[in-house]
T-cell receptor, first 114, second 115 residues
């Protein structure tokens, strides 16, 4: 158990649906991240939040919308996704978002877009 | 363009074997190199390397970094079936306003240990 919990574990949605992924960390960290892991591709950073402020957006399409209401919770709102968005979405946290900090990952949400 | 290349992409060994996983990188403003183990879904941290030539060790696992030749290796001795996983190498290359997490990951090495 890493201290980072993601729900749901699996999600199947149509291209017109709206859904949200949830991440919660119980580690007292102040930085939270969304990563995307597609088959046969490296993990890709999507968003970074430090102390609830978004500090990184890696050219992610607007159909992905993050929300960080507090340092313990992170959401990824999804709408009008494409089949190529099917992937494992991993949430991570670190202490303060500084350099040389290790990340603690959740178990991910396996997303399938039909 | 920054990149991290891991080799081999997959590897099958038998229990008791010793394996060496490779990670080479080309990045701007190197800060650190990290190894993660991904069993099932959640990657878990193994090592962080920032200095050349200093071996990090944890049980049967060890890792070392060569900043001159731009690579790192992860060694696993006396492998067990529980070592079966994807091993991810990541390099922190630059910061954006002090935020870490912009790690550049390799594709991983999938290790299968047969009984």
């Amino acid at each position: 158990e890493t201290g980072v919990t993601q729900t749901p574990r699996h999600l199947v949605m149509g291209m017109t649906n709206k859904k949200s992924l949830k991440c919660e960390q119980h580690l007292g960290h102040n930085a939270m991240y969304w990563y995307k892991q597609s088959a046969k591709k490296p993990l890709e950073l999507m968003f970074v939040y430090n102390f609830k402020e978004q500090t990184e957006n890696n050219s992610v399409p607007s159909r992905f919308s993050p929300e960080c209401p507090n340092s313990s919770h992170l959401f990824l709102h999804l709408h009008t996704l494409q089949p190529e968005d099917s992937a494992l979405y991993l949430c991570a946290s670190s202490l303060e978002g500084h350099v040389n900090e290790k990340l603690f990952f959740g178990s991910g949400t396996q997303l399938s877009v039909l | 363009e920054d990149k991290v290349v891991q080799s081999p992409l997959s590897l099958v060994v038998h229990e008791g074997d010793t394996v060496t996983l490779n990670c080479s990188y080309e990045v701007t403003n190197f800060r650190s190199l990290l190894w993660y183990k991904q069993e099932k879904k959640a990657p878990t941290f193994l090592f962080m390397l920032t200095s050349s030539g200093i071996e990090k060790k944890s049980g049967r696992l060890s890792s070392i970094l060569d900043k001159k030749e731009l690579f790192s290796i992860l060694n696993i001795t006396a492998t067990q079936t529980g070592d079966s996983a994807i091993y991810l190498c990541a390099v922190e290359a630059r910061t954006y306003g002090g935020s870490q997490g912009n790690l550049i990951f390799g594709k991983g090495t999938k290790l299968s240990v047969k009984p």
